[in-house]
């Protein structure tokens, strides 16, 4: 006979039992096993099996708390133990830590044929999100209370009556302040107890506020043992989370000091509008006078600014340079007629020193100028020279002005300066006639004296001539006496040469121009300095194109021009070179150009003598300057000769570097009337 454990038999008997039973267990969500008394798990429906993780129970001894609890023994508190003890249906709840979930747990015990507890049907049903609702309901419970209890709390805080009532006008609710304003009416209708009404009142704020959802206000008065008063009633609906209104609640407040001062507001408002009215009645007045004044003002204003422009062009279009000093001797203000003046725009000279453009003896005779300007004692007609922006000069007359503060020191200076070049020029047009004059007259002078000593020197000479060339004729060639007689011959030649240039020299410059060749006139010139010239040592260069054609000049006057020129040039070389010097060297030059054109004959004298100085280059044609000592120069040579070449229709030119040379080059046309 078989055998058969406990297990086996358990697993036979339920087998026999339940066979109805087991697709109903399989369709519930419960978890649902049967145990035996050794806690192994001989039966589990589908959803035990699936939560629990069970493996297959064929002919497997599994235990239940390694599955439910995820331990190796049973607990202490097991029910499955008491159940089994008791052979009663046990009944309990378990938080399961092994698979995170509330059980509601139920015990029931199988018997076998002999009343004895065979098997214990386990059924756990999860309950987690049961318990977690639960939860939830009372944490919102709880805080509703809290926020009840604080509404409440606020409610009976506040400074106004609150109470609320329900759709029917039924109080079911007043706040202290409100009892304290109306009395004690919970549960009566508000129309009965505030206004002795059998019915709802007309235009209730509440009954307005059911209707349309929204707040209403409203003011009434009343008559008290204290006197009138006044009331701001709102009506508010309470509604539900689905928006309908389920209550009201009305808010009342006293406002009769409000009111107080709202009327004595509105009496302050209404006087102080009248003061407005009169104020501005007063205003508009003033605005009259203020507007007339204003348009008086702007025509000032407009005849101010015509006038301004009108003085300003004047100031600016002046004839005459006006500039403005501070006291540092800076420019701060000067007109057009200045800045054109100076080649400069006025914003190029405006913040500069008045010395910039001053020459330099300009600027050491300022600050002598400066010293002695008072406020009452100005500086009239001094004369200064300007530089231009391009390097040039000019001369002007100045009258200085000087505006002083209250301890007497001098804040601004004005001046007035006049361009007195064309005066200037006209003056020396005055006195270079009077020098030309004066010279016409020693020339005519000097002419019949030369004309009489000539006279009395040519008969001598021609006898001496006559019989040179006589004993010449009776002397044979190649003796001495014969060598003796041409000698004198060829000196008295010179002699008469010499004399015939001084009488060419000696003529009347009012001669009519006639053409002559450039190289002649040089030769005259030379006839009568080529001795002096080799008497200092002075090398004599003299180069010029043979090509060259004639001119039509006055002779007489271009040799003038010459001799100047050749008197300045042995001059500066002997005061740089007393002795002979391989340096010592005078070069004239000639050439024929072309001037936009025009042909002209250019002559360059240039030597290697002293020099002019770069202060006095601008200087030296201007009539009686010299840079000889006073008895050795009058200062008019260049000045007569640059008139005599420009009356010619051609340019004079100085090129100088002081210390080293001069060069002078003259230009003459050749034909002076197509110039």
């Known amino acids: 006979m078989e055998k058969t454990s406990g297990t086996g038999r358990s697993k036979k008997r339920f087998s026999a039992f339940s066979p109805g039973w087991e697709n109903v267990f399989n369709s519930m969500s419960d978890l649902i096993t049967v145990h035996d008394k050794d806690f192994h798990i001989v039966y589990a429906n589908e959803a035990a099996r699936k939560t629990l993780g069970l493996p297959s129970l064929n002919g497997k001894q599994i235990k239940c708390y390694k599955y439910y ?14 159940c089994l003890s008791t052979g009663a249906a046990v009944a309990g709840e378990i938080f399961e830590e092994h698979l995170k979930s509330f059980f509601e747990i139920t015990m029931t015990p199988l018997f076998d044929d002999a009343g004895r507890t065979s098997n214990i049907v386990h059924i756990f049903r999860d309950i987690t999100r049961y318990r977690q609702t639960e939860k939830q309901m009372k ?7 809290e926020e009840e209890a604080k509404s409440k709390a606020v409610l009976e805080a506040v400074g106004y009556g609150v109470s609320i009532q329900d759709t029917d006008f039924r109080i079911l609710y007043q706040n202290k302040k409100h009892k304290e304003m109306t009395g004690y009416h919970v549960g009566e209708f508000c129309y009965s107890a505030y206004q002795g009404r059998d019915t709802l009142c007309e235009r209730c704020h509440l009954a307005m506020a059911f209707q349309d959802g929204e707040t209403h206000i409203l003011e009434q008065s009343k008559d008290t043992e204290n006197g009138l008063i006044y009331c701001e009633i709102v009506g508010t609906p309470i509604k539900d989370p689905s928006g309908k209104v389920i209550a009201g609640m009305e808010v009342v407040r006293d406002i009769t000091d409000r009111k107080h001062v709202e009327d004595e507001l509105q009496r ?14 007063e205003l508009s007045a003033s605005n009259e006078l203020l507007r007339q004044e204003i348009i008086d003002r702007q025509q000032a204003e407009h005849h101010l600014k015509v006038s301004e422009r009108k003085y300003r062009d004047l100031y600016d279009n002046a004839p005459d340079m006006y500039h403005s000093l501070n006291r540092d001797r800076v420019i701060i203000e000067c007109n057009e007629t200045e800045a054109r003046m100076l080649g400069y725009r006025k914003e190029e000279i405006i913040g500069r020193p008045i010395t910039d453009f001053y020459d330099e003896e300009s600027k050491r005779r300022f600050e002598k100028d400066f010293m002695l300007l008072t406020e009452e004692k100005g500086l009239k007609n001094i004369e200064r020279t ?32 006049r361009d007195i070049t064309e005066l200037k020029r006209a003056k020396a047009e005055r006195e270079l006639a009077q020098a030309e004059a004066l010279r016409v007259s020693h ?25 040179a060339q006589m004993l010449a004729n009776k002397s044979a060639h190649e003796t001495r006496e014969y060598d003796i007689a041409n000698r004198i011959i060829r000196e008295s030649e010179r002699i008469a040469t010499i004399v015939k240039s001084l009488l060419s020299f000696t003529r ?26 080799r008497k200092d040592g002075i090398l004599l260069e003299v180069n010029f194109h043979t090509e060259l054609p004639d001119i039509i000049a006055n002779p007489q006057q271009i040799e003038q021009v010459f001799l100047n020129i050749i008197s300045n040039s042995r001059y500066a070389l002997n005061e740089k070179f007393p ?13 024929r150009i072309l001037i936009k054109g025009v042909p002209f004959i250019r002559i360059i004298f240039r030597d290697n003598g002293t020099g002019i100085p770069p202060g006095h280059l601008g200087k030296v044609m201007n009539p009686f300057f010299s840079t000889k000592p006073p008895n050795v120069g009058t200062g008019l040579g260049l000045s007569i000769s640059h008139g005599i070449v420009s009356n010619h229709g051609g340019n004079v030119m100085i090129d100088s570097d002081f210390g080293e040379y001069t060069r002078v080059t003259v230009e003459l046309p050749e034909r002076p009337e197509i110039i």
């Open 139 to 145: 944490e919102t419970i709880t805080i509703a209370e």
């Open 386 to 417: 300007f530089i231009r922006k391009d390097g040039t000069t000019f001369p002007v007359i100045i009258n200085v002005f000087a505006e002083t503060g209250e301890n007497g020191d001098i804040i601004r200076i004005r001046a007035i300066a």
């Open 579 to 591: 002795e002979t010097y391989p340096y010592k060297k005078i070069e004239i030059t000639g050439e």
């Open 508 to 533: 009347s410059a009012k001669e009519e121009k006639t053409a002559v060749h450039i190289k002649d006139m040089i030769s005259e010139v030379l006839a009568l300095t080529e001795a002096q010239i």
């Open 69 to 82: 609890h995820g331990t190796d023994k049973p607990h202490e508190s097991c029910l499955s133990g008491r």
């Open 443 to 467: 020339l005519a002078s000097l002419g019949e004296l030369a004309a009489g000593v000539a006279h009395e020197i040519n008969n001598p000479v021609n006898g001496i001539l006559n019989y």
């Open 268 to 281: 302050h408002r209404d006087e102080l509008i009248n003061l407005v009215h009169e104020r501005t009645a």
